[in-house]
């Protein structure tokens, strides 16, 4: 299975676009890459997935780099709302959650 | 559409007592897991089902089984409850159709055991 690695925390203004990296090296030709997010102590939350290229929905934005060992969320205009535990996760069979990256969305 | 519903919310229980977790989806969903999560940690898989009477070893299946008698529902049974189980217990479900492998969860079962 890939392995993938986030840093452990970061913090973002309000308002400013929130940029989450996650490294993916060992990632496999046909493997997704998935972004969840957990609010407070609540079940985990989809946010976006994708394969090589980059894709954006109402909630963010991915950025896949052309050899696929690294992505980067965008949450464009961050709100306090969007304070969380975000998960970068290659898919395999039941999701393979690390520890994820704690972020915190400041007024 | 409730989406995945988890029963019950809080438990806590005893050394050696047992106990069943219920989980239930009302999306159709073939995909069916249970995940366990321990403070500051991420999320682990205990057991999954990939479809009506069929279930899978995850990640850290020692001391819990599991059953799927519905498509609906995924049932995980603790036998002997210990003090390491205590965690927050959560519920997921997927559709497999290419690339739409999105788990939809539950809001969590917190469990203590003394």
């Known amino acids: 299975d890939a392995k993938t690695t986030q840093p452990t925390s970061m913090d973002c203004a309000e308002g400013r676009a929130a940029n989450l990296p996650c490294n993916h090296s060992t990632i496999s030709g046909n493997e997704y890459v998935y972004w969840y997010r957990q609010i407070h102590s609540q079940g985990p939350q989809y946010i976006i997935h994708?394969?090589?290229n980059n894709e954006t929905n109402e909630m963010a934005s991915l950025i896949i780099t052309e050899d696929r060992k690294s992505s980067t969320l965008i949450l464009p205009h961050a709100t306090l709302r969007d304070t969380a535990v975000y998960y970068c996760?290659?898919?395999?069979?039941?999701?393979?959650f690390g520890a994820g990256t704690r972020l915190t969305v400041k007024p | 559409n409730a989406g995945v519903t988890q029963t019950p919310k809080f438990r806590v229980l005893k050394t050696g007592q047992s106990m069943t977790l219920l989980c239930a989806q009302d999306m159709n969903h073939e995909y069916m897991y249970w995940y366990r999560q321990d403070p500051g940690m991420g999320l682990r898989l205990i057991h999954y089902?990939?479809?009506?009477?069929?279930?899978a070893k995850g990640e850290v299946p020692d001391g819990y089984n599991v059953s799927r008698l519905k498509k609906q529902n995924f049932l995980l049974g603790l036998e002997s409850a210990a003090p390491s189980q205590t965690s927050v217990y959560f519920c997921a479900s997927s559709l497999l159709t290419g690339e739409l492998y999105e788990q939809y969860f539950g809001p969590g079962t917190r469990l203590t055991v003394t």
């Open positions: 994708g394969l090589k």
């Open positions: 089902s990939v479809g009506e009477g069929t279930t």
């Open positions: 996760i290659v898919r395999v069979m039941g999701m393979r």
